[in-house]
């Protein structure tokens, strides 16, 4: 096959097409392999989406690889969190520059089992508490469909690298957004599964209560849906065990759902009111979802999700401030203010200030917060809100240099419907519904019932099918 018939054949095609080539031997994976990278040799340099580079360990892995679900396609780790064996992890810190795991987190064994090569790590913010991706180590990625406005984060770099065509997914994680984000902003599909769907392990038991979550943004509903069955389960010992469904949930895809009854919020849970387009992209959605023969009604939630966002955050600044402790062991010293963005040394010396008994009550009130908004939803089989409540911001909105901490955390109000789908443990993602007037896209949340993945990937999959978002290509991308 010539090169250029190559290049679009991968660009076009999600990763289980790109798996079943594979199978059917009519490319190798050395092929695919070699055509990822040229790709991203060849846009990196203008979208900045990976930082850390492991072509060559994919070049041996592609000489054979595991016979599994997506054998032979190209796939990037995120740069936070994923221990790999021999390879550099940074989380975005010059602090951990020097920093190579010593082990494979589990879920990293899973990604290899399932038959991924891994071409490196994609950029996200230092230490990840942001919805941007702009990091002092490695600078900021771009945005594929326009380079002036954000890519999302904190999982950034994997949406423009999947939305550029450099992969057909890439890994992802969520507390408080960052799946979600990069997906809307960069016109993917973003899952953030319930919580315990995915093991910590082996290094770690819980992180936030179980409120942070791994998956990946794909540009379709069945490579989503394929990557669950992949990688979801637990380990013996782990505090949360979601219940698996009767059957994959790649091939539940196959029974459209029926007679929903949809929840949707209007109301802003604080900060700016919905940005018009936005609320555009929402209603239309909701004129989808009711032509479809669900039943939709408006519900607001009744939690104060301002206040539960402040309670929050004490968790995140006192998991900070313990991560660094932890870290200082393995580097051989502590962390000092220069080598951290301000908002990251206000985060840290926050939580550092905070008395375990202000952790206690941050903590119930978190949990009461999450019983509160199962409650709301439980008469609902899926609950809409839109992703972001306004537009993408322009690169630099959410600069970690920023040092107030309270400025800081109220521009979270865009992504003020995230959190508390990871507070409750509740499945959330995020589909690429519309587009603005300049052709950026717009995403809406879909919210299910704790457990229930396969009712949000139905109807995604159904959408999908009459929106046709994964025909979209942005202006940066492949070929």
């Not at 008469?379 to 970690?400: K, N």
Request: proline fraction near 7%.
């Amino acid at each position: 096959m010539a090169t250029s018939d190559l290049t679009e054949l991968y660009a076009r095609s999600d990763a289980l097409e790109l798996a079943m080539l594979v199978r059917q031997r009519q490319v190798t994976p050395v092929e695919l392999l070699d055509t990822a990278i040229a790709i991203v040799e060849a846009l990196n340099p203008r979208l900045n989406a990976m930082v850390i580079e492991t072509f060559d360990l994919a070049r041996k892995a592609a000489l054979n690889p595991p016979v599994g679900t997506f054998g032979g396609v190209p796939f990037f780790l995120k740069n936070i969190g994923s221990m790999w064996r021999g390879t550099s992890l940074t989380n975005g810190l010059s602090y951990m520059r020097d920093f190579v795991c010593d082990h494979d987190s589990d879920m990293v064994s899973r990604i290899k089992a399932a038959g991924f090569l891994l071409l490196g790590r994609t950029n996200a913010p230092e230490g990840g508490w942001s919805i941007g991706t702009e990091p002092r180590l490695y600078g900021p990625t771009l945005n594929p469909w326009n380079p002036e406005i954000t890519s999302g984060g904190s999982s950034g770099g994997a949406g423009a690298a999947v939305a550029a065509r450099m992969v057909p997914l890439a890994e992802a994680s969520d507390g408080g957004g960052s799946i979600r984000v990069p997906a809307s902003c960069c016109g993917l599909v973003g899952l953030k599964p319930s919580r315990g769907r995915i093991t910590y392990g082996p290094e770690t038991v819980d992180l936030w209560h179980g409120s942070i979550a791994t998956l990946c943004v794909t540009r379709t509903v069945r490579d989503t849906a394929a990557y669950l069955d992949s990688v979801a389960g637990s380990v013996p010992g782990d505090p949360y065990i979601a219940p698996m469904p009767i059957s994959p949930w790649l091939s539940q895809l196959a029974i459209p759902p029926k007679g929903l009854r949809i929840g949707y919020a209007l109301k802003q849970p604080w900060g700016e009111p919905y940005a018009p387009e936005v609320m555009d992209s929402l209603q239309a959605t909701l004129r989808l979802c009711a032509n479809l023969g669900h039943h939709v009604e408006q519900h607001e939630l009744s939690v104060s999700l301002e206040a539960a966002w402040l309670h929050y955050n004490v968790i995140n600044a006192v998991e900070t401030a313990a991560d660094f402790d932890r870290l200082a062991g393995v580097s051989g010293r502590p962390v000092e203010q220069q080598e951290l963005a301000p908002f990251n040394w206000s985060l840290l010396e926050y939580g550092r200030s905070l008395s375990a008994i202000d952790y206690a009550h941050g903590i119930a009130a978190v949990r009461k917060a999450s019983q509160e908004i199962a409650k709301d939803l439980a008469a609902y089989d899926v609950f809409i809100t839109p992703t972001l409540t306004q537009t993408p911001r322009p690169v630099g909105y959410w600069s970690m240099e920023d040092g107030d901490l309270k400025r800081y955390l109220h521009r979270w109000s865009d992504a003020g419907y995230l959190f508390g789908f990871n507070m409750s443990g509740l499945p959330a993602m995020s589909v690429p519904v519309a587009e603005t007037h300049s052709g950026i896209p717009v995403g809406v949340q879909l919210v299910g019932r704790y457990g229930d993945e396969a009712t949000l990937l139905r109807l995604a999959h159904t959408m999908e099918q009459e929106l046709h978002w994964d025909k979209r290509r942005p202006p940066i991308s492949a070929p």
